[in-house]
């Protein structure tokens, strides 16, 4: 008869050799992920950063038309109010 010893190493040898095929598989079928070089475009952001910007100018020319008029004081009075007071709806 076979011996309990024998035995034991058969079983232990093909349980390491299930485990090592099974480990092989899984390391296997994982595929790194590419990471991207650029994050992705911010399509909200962009349009919010031009909607500021266009204000912006809005607000520098408005100015600059204050400065060169007659009535330079007076102009810039009406555009520091305006500001104050919420938007007529």
Known sequence: ???????????????????AFFMGRGGCAKKKTKKPDAPPENLVADAARGSVQQTFEEEIARVDAALS?????????????????????
């Open 69 to 89: 008029g007659a009535n330079t004081a007076a102009q810039l009075a009406a555009l520091g109010n305006a500001r104050k007071r919420p938007p007529e709806e």
């Open 1 to 19: 008869m076979i011996g309990m010893d024998i035995l034991v190493q058969v079983v232990a040898a093909l349980g390491a050799i299930l485990l």
